[in-house]
T-cell receptor, first 116, second 115 residues
């Protein structure tokens, strides 16, 4: 597609519910990133994929968070047993060439998660 | 380890006056630096980037930024603010780490433009 696409755009979950957030990166982009942006804050790194390999998951806040990219394109971020502190915008981003600091990273519009 | 400090959380300017959004960075290596803009309920859009070529970088919508290694700064400027510039701006540092592009965001500066 023309840009990074995320779904759902908005999700309201009851506390304890599991949620799955989908990201469709730009076609052919090798690198895929997930970020969490709390209200009034800058995006915080969650995890990074290079093709299907998850090379860095150091930013995942707990073992309730899980991400996958099984075929090296679409990625899913799953949050189990959601808590109120999980309420945030989850941003997906992709870039073409891994390992190059000057690569432009393209962001989706985000999935807004509210846990009630 | 890399980090970014955006010195002002809020900046307010009158329409038609200059804009200055300040950013300082810390990086172990030769970083690349970016400015992104985020309008309400929208995704992040790239304004401009520095990748070790010209130190004065021109971006979209009349914005530019100057990389100053001696001051570890990458401030964003625009000669004349427009109402449509009201948004949140993020300074971003990127370096190669562990074989991939490690990207760190600043905490953001909210720009208000007064008519």
């Amino acid at each position: 597609g023309a840009g990074v696409s995320q779904s759902p755009r908005y999700k309201v979950a009851k506390r304890g519910q599991d949620v799955a957030l989908r990201c469709d990166p730009i076609s052919g982009h090798v690198s895929l990133f997930w970020y969490q942006q709390a209200l009034g804050q800058g995006p915080e790194f969650l995890t990074y994929f290079q093709n299907e390999a998850q090379l860095d998951k150091s930013g995942l806040p707990s073992d309730r968070f899980f991400a996958e990219r099984p075929e090296g394109s679409v990625s899913t971020l799953k949050i189990q047993r959601t808590q109120q502190e999980d309420s945030a915008v989850y941003l997906c981003a992709s870039s073409l060439i891994p390992g190059t600091p000057g690569n432009t990273i393209y962001f989706g519009e985000g999935s807004w998660l509210t846990v009630v | 380890a890399q980090s970014v400090t955006q010195l002002d959380s809020h900046v307010s300017v009158s329409e038609g006056t200059p804009v200055l959004l300040r950013c300082n960075y810390s990086s172990s290596y030769s970083p690349s630096l970016f400015w992104y803009v985020q309008h309400p309920n929208k995704g992040l859009q790239l304004l401009l980037k520095y990748t070790s070529a010209a130190t004065l970088v021109k971006g979209i919508n009349g914005f530019e930024a100057e990389f100053k290694k001696s001051e570890t700064s990458f401030h964003l400027t625009k000669p004349s603010a427009h109402m449509s510039d009201a948004a949140e701006y993020f300074c971003v540092v990127s370096e190669r780490s562990g074989g991939y592009q490690k990207v760190t965001f600043g905490t953001g500066t909210k720009l208000q433009v007064i008519p």
